[in-house]
Protein backbone atom coordinates (compact mmCIF):
# COMPACT_ATOMS: atom_id res chain seq x y z
CA UNK A 1 0.00 0.00 0.00
CA UNK A 2 0.99 3.61 -0.90
CA UNK A 3 0.83 6.23 2.02
CA UNK A 4 1.10 9.95 2.15
CA UNK A 5 2.06 11.18 5.84
CA UNK A 6 1.58 14.68 6.17
CA UNK A 7 3.89 17.01 7.92
CA UNK A 8 7.32 18.01 8.14
CA UNK A 9 8.03 17.92 12.28
CA UNK A 10 9.69 15.46 15.07
CA UNK A 11 6.34 14.06 15.20
CA UNK A 12 6.42 13.46 11.55
CA UNK A 13 9.84 11.76 11.43
CA UNK A 14 8.73 9.30 14.39
CA UNK A 15 5.72 8.31 12.25
CA UNK A 16 7.73 7.56 9.23
CA UNK A 17 10.51 6.03 10.69
CA UNK A 18 7.54 3.60 12.65
CA UNK A 19 5.58 3.16 9.53
CA UNK A 20 8.65 2.17 7.50
CA UNK A 21 8.63 -0.71 9.32
CA UNK A 22 5.39 -1.66 8.18
CA UNK A 23 5.09 -5.41 6.29
CA UNK A 24 1.95 -3.77 3.97
CA UNK A 25 3.56 -0.51 3.21
CA UNK A 26 4.75 -0.06 -0.63
CA UNK A 27 5.81 3.73 -0.85
CA UNK A 28 5.71 6.23 1.74
CA UNK A 29 5.19 9.79 0.91
CA UNK A 30 5.42 12.74 2.61
CA UNK A 31 4.89 16.09 2.64
CA UNK A 32 6.49 18.38 3.14
CA UNK A 33 8.80 16.60 5.29
CA UNK A 34 12.20 17.70 6.57
CA UNK A 35 15.75 15.64 5.70
CA UNK A 36 15.65 13.23 8.89
CA UNK A 37 11.60 12.15 6.97
CA UNK A 38 13.36 12.18 3.80
CA UNK A 39 15.84 9.21 5.09
CA UNK A 40 12.30 6.74 4.96
CA UNK A 41 9.84 8.47 2.70
CA UNK A 42 9.73 9.43 -0.63
CA UNK A 43 9.45 13.67 -0.55
CA UNK A 44 6.52 15.34 -2.14
CA UNK A 45 6.55 18.79 -3.90
CA UNK A 46 3.05 19.00 -2.36
CA UNK A 47 1.15 22.43 -0.77
CA UNK A 48 -0.58 20.55 1.54
CA UNK A 49 -2.76 23.80 2.27
CA UNK A 50 -3.70 22.98 -1.45
CA UNK A 51 -6.45 20.61 -0.82
CA UNK A 52 -7.26 20.56 -4.78
CA UNK A 53 -4.02 19.41 -5.08
CA UNK A 54 -3.52 17.35 -2.14
CA UNK A 55 -6.65 15.25 -3.99
CA UNK A 56 -4.90 15.14 -7.17
CA UNK A 57 -1.65 14.25 -5.73
CA UNK A 58 -3.62 10.91 -4.04
CA UNK A 59 -5.16 9.65 -7.12
CA UNK A 60 -2.33 10.25 -8.90
CA UNK A 61 -0.47 7.94 -6.93
CA UNK A 62 -2.62 4.99 -5.38
CA UNK A 63 -2.46 6.52 -1.70
CA UNK A 64 -4.33 3.79 0.02
CA UNK A 65 -4.03 5.93 3.47
CA UNK A 66 -3.64 9.32 4.48
CA UNK A 67 -2.03 10.03 7.62
CA UNK A 68 -2.18 13.66 8.58
CA UNK A 69 0.34 14.26 11.67
CA UNK A 70 -0.36 18.52 12.18
CA UNK A 71 -3.46 20.24 13.88
CA UNK A 72 -3.68 22.83 10.91
CA UNK A 73 -4.45 20.69 8.26
CA UNK A 74 -6.88 18.83 10.95
CA UNK A 75 -8.57 22.19 11.56
CA UNK A 76 -8.68 23.34 7.91
CA UNK A 77 -10.71 20.24 6.77
CA UNK A 78 -8.51 18.20 4.72
CA UNK A 79 -9.68 14.94 6.06
CA UNK A 80 -12.71 15.90 5.31
CA UNK A 81 -12.23 16.54 1.98
CA UNK A 82 -9.95 13.63 1.30
CA UNK A 83 -12.77 11.23 2.60
CA UNK A 84 -15.06 12.79 0.45
CA UNK A 85 -13.65 11.22 -2.57
CA UNK A 86 -13.23 7.85 -0.44
CA UNK A 87 -9.51 8.17 0.59
CA UNK A 88 -9.20 6.78 4.19
CA UNK A 89 -7.13 9.32 6.54
CA UNK A 90 -6.14 9.13 9.91
CA UNK A 91 -7.12 11.93 11.31
CA UNK A 92 -10.30 14.08 12.74
CA UNK A 93 -12.63 15.61 10.47
CA UNK A 94 -13.07 19.78 10.76
CA UNK A 95 -15.74 19.93 13.24
CA UNK A 96 -14.29 16.84 15.66
CA UNK A 97 -10.92 19.07 15.04
CA UNK A 98 -12.46 21.63 17.35
CA UNK A 99 -11.53 20.15 20.33
CA UNK A 100 -8.00 21.54 19.53
CA UNK A 101 -9.01 24.42 17.19
CA UNK A 102 -11.18 25.64 20.08
CA UNK A 103 -10.68 26.24 23.61
CA UNK A 104 -13.81 27.29 24.30
CA UNK A 105 -15.55 24.43 22.41
CA UNK A 106 -14.07 21.71 24.35
CA UNK A 107 -14.89 24.00 27.84
CA UNK A 108 -18.58 24.26 26.85
CA UNK A 109 -18.89 20.53 25.42
CA UNK A 110 -17.05 19.30 28.82
CA UNK A 111 -20.23 21.71 30.83
CA UNK A 112 -23.10 20.20 28.68
CA UNK A 113 -21.88 16.33 28.95
CA UNK A 114 -20.71 16.29 32.81
CA UNK A 115 -16.80 15.97 32.29
CA UNK A 116 -14.59 16.82 35.03
CA UNK A 117 -12.86 19.83 33.94
CA UNK A 118 -11.28 23.36 35.48
CA UNK A 119 -14.13 26.21 36.08
CA UNK A 120 -13.58 28.57 33.54
CA UNK A 121 -15.20 31.74 31.66
CA UNK A 122 -14.87 32.62 27.98
CA UNK A 123 -13.72 36.17 27.23
CA UNK A 124 -13.94 38.50 24.47
CA UNK A 125 -12.48 41.62 25.40
CA UNK A 126 -9.92 42.76 27.44
CA UNK A 127 -12.26 44.14 29.97
CA UNK A 128 -14.01 41.32 30.13
CA UNK A 129 -11.26 39.31 31.27
CA UNK A 130 -9.59 41.77 33.93
CA UNK A 131 -13.69 41.21 35.12
CA UNK A 132 -13.54 38.04 36.19
CA UNK A 133 -10.15 37.45 37.73
CA UNK A 134 -11.84 38.24 41.31
CA UNK A 135 -13.69 34.53 40.60
CA UNK A 136 -9.87 32.74 40.43
CA UNK A 137 -8.58 34.25 44.15
CA UNK A 138 -8.29 32.14 47.26
CA UNK A 139 -6.70 33.33 50.32
CA UNK A 140 -5.91 36.47 49.05
CA UNK A 141 -3.72 34.90 45.86
CA UNK A 142 -4.78 34.99 42.82
CA UNK A 143 -3.97 32.01 40.32
CA UNK A 144 -5.46 31.30 37.01
CA UNK A 145 -4.86 29.62 33.45
CA UNK A 146 -5.41 31.93 30.25
CA UNK A 147 -5.16 30.40 26.84
CA UNK A 148 -5.61 31.71 23.87
CA UNK A 149 -8.76 30.21 21.85
CA UNK A 150 -7.16 29.35 19.17
CA UNK A 151 -4.19 27.07 17.45
CA UNK A 152 -0.90 28.02 18.90
CA UNK A 153 1.61 25.53 18.83
CA UNK A 154 1.23 24.57 22.43
CA UNK A 155 2.82 28.13 23.22
CA UNK A 156 -0.62 30.23 23.74
CA UNK A 157 -0.67 29.66 27.69
CA UNK A 158 0.11 31.35 30.39
CA UNK A 159 -0.22 30.03 33.98
CA UNK A 160 -0.78 33.37 36.15
CA UNK A 161 1.00 32.67 39.81
CA UNK A 162 -0.13 36.52 40.46
CA UNK A 163 -2.61 39.23 39.70
CA UNK A 164 0.33 41.26 37.99
CA UNK A 165 0.85 37.87 36.13
CA UNK A 166 -2.62 37.53 34.70
CA UNK A 167 -3.49 41.04 33.77
CA UNK A 168 0.04 41.02 31.82
CA UNK A 169 -0.92 38.25 30.59
CA UNK A 170 -4.47 39.38 29.30
CA UNK A 171 -3.03 42.49 27.92
CA UNK A 172 -0.66 40.58 25.62
CA UNK A 173 -3.36 39.02 24.16
CA UNK A 174 -5.37 41.81 23.69
CA UNK A 175 -3.17 43.54 22.49
CA UNK A 176 -3.56 43.65 18.59
CA UNK A 177 -7.40 44.04 19.47
CA UNK A 178 -10.42 41.46 19.98
CA UNK A 179 -9.50 38.26 20.68
CA UNK A 180 -10.84 34.85 22.29
CA UNK A 181 -9.68 33.47 25.58
CA UNK A 182 -10.30 30.89 28.77
CA UNK A 183 -9.73 31.67 31.53
CA UNK A 184 -9.69 28.63 34.01
CA UNK A 185 -9.05 28.13 37.81
CA UNK A 186 -5.48 26.84 38.44
CA UNK A 187 -5.71 22.94 38.89
CA UNK A 188 -2.70 21.41 41.56
CA UNK A 189 -1.91 17.61 40.82
CA UNK A 190 0.38 15.61 38.61
CA UNK A 191 0.28 16.26 34.97
CA UNK A 192 -0.32 13.37 32.20
CA UNK A 193 -0.82 13.08 28.82
CA UNK A 194 -3.26 9.88 27.39
CA UNK A 195 -3.43 8.71 23.93
CA UNK A 196 -6.51 6.96 22.56
CA UNK A 197 -7.42 6.34 19.36
CA UNK A 198 -10.87 5.83 17.82
CA UNK A 199 -12.42 4.81 14.60
CA UNK A 200 -15.84 7.04 15.58
CA UNK A 201 -16.97 4.29 17.82
CA UNK A 202 -14.36 1.82 19.16
CA UNK A 203 -11.40 3.42 21.08
CA UNK A 204 -8.45 2.00 22.34
CA UNK A 205 -5.72 3.13 24.77
CA UNK A 206 -2.83 3.67 23.03
CA UNK A 207 0.16 4.83 25.89
CA UNK A 208 0.93 7.40 28.09
CA UNK A 209 3.65 9.74 28.17
CA UNK A 210 4.28 13.18 30.55
CA UNK A 211 6.30 15.95 29.04
CA UNK A 212 8.40 18.77 29.88
CA UNK A 213 6.78 22.39 29.08
CA UNK A 214 8.37 24.87 30.69
CA UNK A 215 12.07 26.27 28.39
CA UNK A 216 14.17 25.71 31.73
CA UNK A 217 15.94 23.06 34.07
CA UNK A 218 13.50 22.81 37.75
CA UNK A 219 10.46 23.59 35.23
CA UNK A 220 10.96 27.40 34.79
CA UNK A 221 10.61 30.11 32.31
CA UNK A 222 7.91 30.22 29.68
CA UNK A 223 5.55 27.24 27.92
CA UNK A 224 7.16 26.17 24.87
CA UNK A 225 6.08 23.28 22.62
CA UNK A 226 7.67 20.42 24.76
CA UNK A 227 11.08 20.34 25.89
CA UNK A 228 11.29 16.75 26.44
CA UNK A 229 9.00 13.63 27.03
CA UNK A 230 9.10 10.24 28.76
CA UNK A 231 6.46 7.14 28.49
CA UNK A 232 4.91 6.16 30.49
CA UNK A 233 3.89 8.28 32.60
CA UNK A 234 4.17 5.84 35.89
CA UNK A 235 1.20 8.23 37.93
CA UNK A 236 -1.50 7.43 35.42
CA UNK A 237 -2.14 4.23 36.74
CA UNK A 238 -4.65 1.50 35.70
CA UNK A 239 -7.12 2.99 37.42
CA UNK A 240 -6.49 6.32 37.09
CA UNK A 241 -6.50 5.47 33.30
CA UNK A 242 -9.61 3.50 33.20
CA UNK A 243 -11.44 6.64 35.60
CA UNK A 244 -9.93 8.94 32.90
CA UNK A 245 -11.44 6.97 29.86
CA UNK A 246 -14.78 6.69 31.15
CA UNK A 247 -15.47 9.90 32.91
CA UNK A 248 -13.49 11.94 30.27
CA UNK A 249 -12.44 10.24 26.95
CA UNK A 250 -15.76 8.20 26.26
CA UNK A 251 -18.37 10.76 27.17
CA UNK A 252 -16.60 13.38 24.60
CA UNK A 253 -16.64 10.53 21.59
CA UNK A 254 -20.11 9.88 22.38
CA UNK A 255 -20.74 13.27 22.08
CA UNK A 256 -19.31 13.63 18.96
CA UNK A 257 -20.77 10.53 17.32
CA UNK A 258 -24.53 11.95 18.84
CA UNK A 259 -23.91 15.18 17.31
CA UNK A 260 -22.74 13.62 13.53
CA UNK A 261 -19.55 14.33 13.63
CA UNK A 262 -17.92 10.79 14.59
CA UNK A 263 -13.82 11.68 16.04
CA UNK A 264 -11.71 9.42 14.24
CA UNK A 265 -7.67 9.44 14.56
CA UNK A 266 -5.42 9.84 17.90
CA UNK A 267 -7.24 11.77 20.49
CA UNK A 268 -4.85 13.34 23.13
CA UNK A 269 -5.72 14.03 26.71
CA UNK A 270 -4.28 16.36 28.89
CA UNK A 271 -5.17 15.70 32.23
CA UNK A 272 -4.09 16.65 35.53
CA UNK A 273 -4.00 14.27 38.56
CA UNK A 274 -5.84 16.17 40.96
CA UNK A 275 -7.10 15.18 44.51
CA UNK A 276 -10.74 14.20 43.07
CA UNK A 277 -9.73 12.25 40.34
CA UNK A 278 -8.79 13.25 36.69
CA UNK A 279 -9.36 16.50 35.25
CA UNK A 280 -9.40 17.38 31.44
CA UNK A 281 -6.71 20.00 31.18
CA UNK A 282 -6.87 19.91 27.16
CA UNK A 283 -7.78 18.12 24.08
CA UNK A 284 -5.49 17.85 20.84
CA UNK A 285 -6.21 15.79 17.87
CA UNK A 286 -3.10 14.61 16.86
CA UNK A 287 -0.23 12.73 18.73
CA UNK A 288 2.19 15.30 20.71
CA UNK A 289 5.34 16.47 19.87
CA UNK A 290 7.79 15.32 21.62
CA UNK A 291 4.94 12.60 23.09
CA UNK A 292 4.87 10.90 19.50
CA UNK A 293 8.78 10.10 19.45
CA UNK A 294 8.64 8.24 22.56
CA UNK A 295 5.24 6.21 21.97
CA UNK A 296 7.06 5.27 18.16
CA UNK A 297 9.91 3.91 20.33
CA UNK A 298 7.80 1.96 22.39
CA UNK A 299 5.08 0.74 20.36
CA UNK A 300 5.90 -2.98 19.47
CA UNK A 301 2.87 -3.61 17.06
CA UNK A 302 2.31 -2.78 13.03
CA UNK A 303 1.50 1.19 12.78
CA UNK A 304 0.46 0.93 9.09
CA UNK A 305 -2.23 -1.82 9.86
CA UNK A 306 -3.15 0.06 12.97
CA UNK A 307 -3.97 3.29 11.44
CA UNK A 308 -5.52 1.99 8.49
CA UNK A 309 -7.54 0.12 11.02
CA UNK A 310 -8.76 3.20 12.53
CA UNK A 311 -9.09 4.91 9.36
CA UNK A 312 -11.66 2.12 8.11
CA UNK A 313 -13.65 1.50 11.55
CA UNK A 314 -11.95 -1.73 12.13
CA UNK A 315 -10.30 -0.65 15.31
CA UNK A 316 -12.57 -3.65 17.48
CA UNK A 317 -10.72 -6.43 14.89
CA UNK A 318 -7.90 -5.42 16.67
CA UNK A 319 -5.82 -6.62 19.26
CA UNK A 320 -4.89 -4.17 22.15
CA UNK A 321 -2.18 -1.79 20.88
CA UNK A 322 1.12 -3.79 22.43
CA UNK A 323 4.06 -1.55 23.94
CA UNK A 324 7.74 -2.78 25.29
CA UNK A 325 8.22 -2.75 28.92
CA UNK A 326 11.46 0.19 28.89
CA UNK A 327 10.66 3.23 29.53
CA UNK A 328 11.04 5.81 26.44
CA UNK A 329 12.95 9.22 27.07
CA UNK A 330 13.58 12.37 24.69
CA UNK A 331 15.25 15.63 24.97
CA UNK A 332 14.69 18.34 22.77
CA UNK A 333 17.36 20.25 21.34
CA UNK A 334 16.15 23.76 20.40
CA UNK A 335 17.83 26.75 18.09
CA UNK A 336 18.97 29.38 20.48
CA UNK A 337 16.70 32.31 21.05
CA UNK A 338 13.53 29.42 21.41
CA UNK A 339 10.22 30.03 22.82
CA UNK A 340 11.13 33.40 21.08
CA UNK A 341 12.91 33.92 17.64
CA UNK A 342 14.76 31.30 17.30
CA UNK A 343 18.60 31.33 15.66
CA UNK A 344 18.06 29.55 12.62
CA UNK A 345 20.77 28.72 9.85
CA UNK A 346 23.72 26.68 12.77
CA UNK A 347 24.97 23.63 11.57
CA UNK A 348 24.28 20.37 13.19
CA UNK A 349 26.80 17.66 13.00
CA UNK A 350 27.33 14.57 15.09
CA UNK A 351 23.60 12.68 14.57
CA UNK A 352 25.44 9.75 13.70
CA UNK A 353 27.63 9.53 16.23
CA UNK A 354 24.53 10.05 18.43
CA UNK A 355 22.77 7.14 17.04
CA UNK A 356 25.49 4.98 17.62
CA UNK A 357 25.16 4.89 21.35
CA UNK A 358 21.80 3.35 20.17
CA UNK A 359 19.68 6.21 20.34
CA UNK A 360 17.23 7.41 17.47
CA UNK A 361 17.52 11.12 16.49
CA UNK A 362 14.48 12.76 15.08
CA UNK A 363 14.93 15.63 13.07
CA UNK A 364 12.05 18.56 13.36
CA UNK A 365 12.84 21.74 12.53
CA UNK A 366 15.93 21.19 9.74
CA UNK A 367 17.22 21.95 6.37
CA UNK A 368 19.92 20.99 4.22
CA UNK A 369 22.32 23.70 2.80
CA UNK A 370 24.68 22.95 -0.04
CA UNK A 371 24.64 19.24 1.85
CA UNK A 372 25.05 20.70 5.51
CA UNK A 373 22.40 19.68 7.71
CA UNK A 374 21.15 23.17 9.71
CA UNK A 375 18.55 24.44 11.95
CA UNK A 376 15.69 26.31 10.52
CA UNK A 377 13.06 26.51 12.82
CA UNK A 378 12.87 26.54 16.77
CA UNK A 379 12.93 22.54 18.13
CA UNK A 380 15.20 20.80 15.82
CA UNK A 381 15.95 17.63 17.02
CA UNK A 382 14.54 14.77 19.62
CA UNK A 383 16.81 12.48 21.17
CA UNK A 384 15.10 9.82 21.98
CA UNK A 385 16.31 6.55 23.96
CA UNK A 386 15.08 3.72 26.17
CA UNK A 387 15.75 1.85 29.22
CA UNK A 388 14.56 -0.18 31.66
CA UNK A 389 12.95 2.49 34.34
CA UNK A 390 13.72 6.47 33.33
CA UNK A 391 16.75 6.88 35.31
CA UNK A 392 18.28 5.02 32.74
CA UNK A 393 16.52 5.97 29.47
CA UNK A 394 17.36 9.45 30.51
CA UNK A 395 21.00 8.63 30.97
CA UNK A 396 21.05 6.73 27.35
CA UNK A 397 19.59 10.18 25.75
CA UNK A 398 22.06 12.46 27.39
CA UNK A 399 24.93 10.33 25.82
CA UNK A 400 23.57 10.94 22.54
CA UNK A 401 23.12 14.56 23.38
CA UNK A 402 26.73 15.34 23.84
CA UNK A 403 27.64 13.52 20.84
CA UNK A 404 26.02 15.95 18.66
CA UNK A 405 27.53 19.22 17.76
CA UNK A 406 25.39 22.27 17.56
CA UNK A 407 26.80 25.15 18.62
CA UNK A 408 23.58 27.25 18.62
CA UNK A 409 21.55 25.09 20.10
CA UNK A 410 20.61 24.11 23.83
CA UNK A 411 18.64 21.77 25.37
CA UNK A 412 17.15 21.12 29.13
CA UNK A 413 19.07 19.08 31.38
CA UNK A 414 17.01 17.48 33.41
CA UNK A 415 14.42 15.57 31.54
CA UNK A 416 12.39 12.72 33.41
CA UNK A 417 13.64 14.99 36.86
CA UNK A 418 10.39 14.49 38.29
CA UNK A 419 9.78 10.88 37.94
CA UNK A 420 13.38 9.91 38.72
CA UNK A 421 13.02 12.24 42.18
Given at each position: ?????????????????????????????????????????????????????????????????????????????????????????????????????????????????????????????????LACLDDFAKDGQLRCVIKADGLAAGKGVVVAMSRIEAEDAISALFADGPAEAVIEEFLEGEEASLFVLCDGDATASFGSAQDHKR?????????????????????????????AMREIVRPTIDSLAAA?????????????????????????????DPECQVLMARFSGDLLATLLAVAEGRLADLPAPAFADDVALTVVMAANGYPGTPATGGSI??????????????????REDAGQLVAAGGRVLAITATGRDVATAQAAAYRAVDAIDFPTGFCRRDIGWRAIG
Open positions: MNVLLIGSGGREHALAWKLAQSSGLDTLYAAPGNPGIAQHATIAALDTADHRAVIDFVRGHQIGLVVVGPEVPLVAGLADDLRAIGVPVFGPGREAARLEGSKGFTKDLCTRVGIPTARYFRVTSKDGAVGDGDIGPNTGGMGAYSPAAVLTPALEEQGTPYIGVLYAGLMLTADGPKLIEYNVRFGDGIDAAEATGATVFQAGT
